[in-house]
């Protein structure tokens, strides 16, 4: 397992992370602890993977009992991301929570402490290598005081280095542009980008590059919702307590459509594994996160970083398929966030 670092803090992180939502939230199907305890382990022991993304509102700090529990006596072979933003300690909030939806978000600085020093105490540790704010949003983005705790609790030892998750949709391509403007020295982004779904990540790969040369992304939805996987037929069906249980049909047919032509990834390696080497192949990336959940993909997945990288070819016909949407014509997606910016650099929220 390859390593990359964020250049702005020193943090080391493994080419393949273990995102914890899958083991912790049920949205992926019901783990026990003692499962998700026994994954985690074999991730670092068996693949070399260190580097392991929670958040405060998976499971309500589930996920980070979790990696307590599994690293406890071993801090420092592991690297710990999590994210804060969601008021998962208001109970009125909490129970009329239906479903996958939003809590109220909070992230005035009195807040804001409460939930590292929370985290930090779940944790069992005295500092959180990598924190993120959680899914936030344009009003966050031009809040300098939010950023300026960061920095503070940067300072005072409590987390190694600092970014944003962006979510939970694709989407909030100007909030991640204004604020890498507005605070170049941001370590990291969280945001979802795959050979099939390129926009809008590609383009704030693009902004970091001109405007915040230390900020490095870590990717979610690597194999855009396991359709890069390789593993779905016209006949999937989802259980209902899968989130793609609830996608139109035409998702899963103009899906199967766009990876037919990537099959020519997959003679050296599955395509689920190139899916992270295409990846990889940006080193504005420092390390992605596919969905794991059980010990085959596990296995998959943290192979790819020592698997052969994708030839110049192989990136350039990638390119000319996207650029013709895969050969697919479907409805341009419905975004949401802010999508669009007009000639005085003002933006428009699409939703």
């Excluded at 026994?38 to 993304?53: E, I, K, Q």
């Excluded at 309500?60 to 072979?77: K, T, Y």
Aim: charged share 30%; glycine share 8%.
């Amino acid at each position: 397992m390859k390593t990359r670092i964020l250049p702005g803090s020193g943090v080391a992180v493994s080419e393949v992370g273990f995102g914890t939502w899958t083991v912790s939230t049920g949205w992926w199907g019901e783990k026990t602890d003692a499962d998700a305890v026994a994954l985690m382990r074999s991730a670092l022991d068996d693949h070399g993977v260190t580097f392991f993304d929670a958040a405060d509102s998976y499971g309500n700090g589930r996920s980070e009992r979790q990696l307590a529990d599994a690293f406890r006596g071993r801090r420092d072979e592991v690297v710990y991301g999590t994210k804060i933003g969601y008021d998962i300690y208001d109970p009125a909030a909490a129970a009329a929570r239906r479903g996958q939806s939003e809590l109220p978000q909070r992230f005035e600085a009195e807040y804001m402490r409460l939930a590292v020093d929370r985290c930090l105490e779940r944790l069992e540790t005295d500092r959180i290598d990598i924190l993120q704010l959680h899914n936030i949003k344009m009003e966050h983005v031009r809040d300098r005081e939010i950023w300026e705790t960061l920095r503070d609790l940067t300072r005072e030892g409590k987390i190694r280095a600092w970014g944003a998750a962006f979510g939970p949709a694709i989407g909030w391509l100007y909030e991640a542009v204004e604020l890498m403007e507005r605070e170049p020295d941001i370590d990291t982004i969280q945001m979802i980008w795959n050979i099939i779904e390129q926009h809008p990540g590609t383009a704030m790969i693009e902004a970091a590059q001109r405007v915040a040369p230390n900020c490095r992304f870590n990717i979610r939805v690597t194999h855009a919702s396991g359709m890069l996987e390789g593993k779905y037929t016209e006949d999937t069906v989802f259980p209902e307590n899968d989130h793609r249980r609830h996608r139109p049909r035409s998702w899963l047919i103009n899906g199967l459509q766009k990876i037919r032509t990537l099959e020519f990834l997959a003679k050296r390696m599955t395509l689920g594994q190139a899916a992270i080497k295409w990846l990889l192949a940006d080193p504005m990336v420092v390390t992605t996160l596919p969905n794991i959940y059980d010990a085959e993909q596990l296995d998959e997945f943290a192979a790819a970083s020592d698997a052969p990288d994708l030839s110049r070819d192989d990136l350039a016909r990638v390119a000319a398929l996207a650029a013709g949407n895969f050969g697919v014509d479907e409805p341009p997606m419905a975004y949401k966030g802010t999508m669009t910016r007009d000639r005085h650099g003002v933006e428009h929220a699409s939703r």
